[in-house]
């Protein structure tokens, strides 16, 4: 290990660059991958006898999909360009110089240390990757999309550009807390530090519901007297939860965990467009996502991959500054810990993708176990449910590569799970 250590040590910038060249290569192979099912759907699409109404907005539906497919092929080469200016010409170093004499120049607000200076890297890297990107998302706006936005340019760059002023300040809020606690965490060991930010999350998640209760005190509305309580209450009592903790809001999703304060928010506009039972069925697909602790499953994998992130990072990179040299910081290293985790990244890649990968396969099976446990309630009446939500998807006929889908999206294609439970169906039935 010590000999593998000494290898990489004398050759960072070639192993991110090489690295960042192979995530562009498995990137581009999923995408083509997704095109090319794309491309065999339209094929397998025209040759059927379908409603034309149906016909022509699967079709375009088809289209946008190959179109969006392609941006993103596109977008990927921008990258791996932007990438490897960054790690070959010595980029941050450069900006860690513009951002000093950024801080000499408003000594008159912020002091001169390396946690302004590091705050500044950080406004001034946005800034740079905002205008880097700012033509490629231009061009997907008002050239690749078939339903561009009516709204004037200038309109869009303003819009984009307060979305970029947001950025900085809250990275400069994250950067600084970073910091901070990078000094507050040294002497901890980082099984400690990964069970604090386990604690954290959890906290943080906990109290959202009742923030919300108390600031946007009308942002969550009781469930009215009606069929829809009267159903939720019912099925309530059978699962294990208040019933209470159940809200109408303008969006859809499960908030806390079984044993904290927590809620479940439902879109109140999607009421009309299924029956109660059917409504009280996505509802409780919700309520299980907490009482099964689907959340704390989440935070449990981020706390892994983050003691797996610094325990990489602790052997090969706290103590070298080797790294910090390859990348053109000759001059004083001291309290460069932050660029050190940022350049580290660019090298964590592969990694990445393995465990990106492994959380997104394990998401889609809580998911399946989400789907079995609705429908051991409602049975038929949440595949139908399902059934609708799919209807009201243009691309009715389209299921995704399985690989793309895998590295790329937490829940399956909802034809996949419809399928999953019409089989589990028949399987009742024939027992």
């Not at 801080?103 to 205008?131: A, C, D, K, M």
């Not at 509305?221 to 209470?244: F, I, N, R, S």
């Not at 506009?269 to 996502?289: G, P």
């Not at 990179?317 to 001291?334: H, P, R, S, V």
């Amino acid at each position: 290990m010590e000999f593998v250590s000494v290898i990489f040590q004398n050759h960072w910038k070639l192993i991110a660059s090489t690295f960042t060249i192979s995530k562009f290569l498995w990137d581009f192979y999923l995408h083509n991958r997704q095109l090319k099912k794309v491309e065999q759907t339209e094929v397998q699409f025209s040759t059927e006898q379908t409603d034309l109404v149906v016909n022509d907005k699967s079709s375009q539906a088809l289209s946008n999909l190959k179109d969006l497919l392609r941006l993103h092929t596109d977008k990927l080469g921008f990258d791996l360009i932007r990438n490897l200016i960054i790690i070959n010409f010595n980029v941050y170093h450069k900006i860690w110089t513009v951002s000093g004499t950024i801080n000499e120049l408003l000594s008159f607000i912020l002091p001169i240390n390396s946690v302004s200076q590091t705050v500044l890297f950080s406004v001034v890297s946005n800034g740079l990757l905002f205008s880097w990107g700012i033509p490629i998302q231009f061009y997907s706006e008002y050239f690749v999309s078939k339903f561009p936005k009516q709204e004037p340019p200038l309109k869009w760059l303003v819009y984009n550009f307060s979305k970029f002023v947001l950025k900085c300040i809250g990275d400069s809020f994250k950067i600084f807390g970073f910091l901070m606690l990078a000094k507050f965490a040294k002497s901890f060991p980082i099984w400690q530090i990964s069970l604090g930010f386990l604690v954290y999350t959890i906290v943080k998640v906990s109290l959202t519901p009742l923030f919300v209760k108390i600031v946007f005190p009308g942002y969550l509305k009781p469930l009215p007297k009606g069929e829809l309580k009267d159903e939720l209450t019912k099925v309530c009592a059978e699962v294990g939860y208040d019933p209470e903790s159940i809200y109408l809001s303008d969006f859809f999703g499960g908030i806390g965990y079984n044993y904290l304060p927590n809620c479940v928010l439902a879109n109140e506009r999607l009421i009309d467009k299924f029956t109660t039972k059917e409504y009280s069925s996505k509802v409780l697909s919700v309520i299980f996502t907490i009482t099964l602790n689907a959340n704390l499953n989440q935070k449990l994998r981020e706390t892994a991959e983050l003691y797996v992130n610094l325990l990489f990072f602790d052997y090969f990179f706290i103590n070298d500054n080797t790294i910090l040299t390859q990348f053109g910081f000759t001059g004083n290293q001291d309290d460069l810990i932050f660029i050190k985790y940022l350049i580290f990244n660019q090298i964590f890649l592969p990694f990445n993708l393995v465990i990106k990968s492994l959380q997104k396969y394990i998401d889609r099976l809580h998911n399946q176990q989400l789907d079995e446990e609705t429908y051991e309630i409602y049975k038929q009446i949440f595949i139908n449910s399902l059934k609708k939500t799919q209807n009201n998807n243009d691309l009715l006929v389209f299921e995704s590569d399985y690989l793309y889908n895998i590295y790329y999206t937490n829940l399956p294609d909802i034809g996949r799970r419809i399928k999953y439970l019409e089989q589990l169906d028949k399987v009742e039935k024939i027992d």
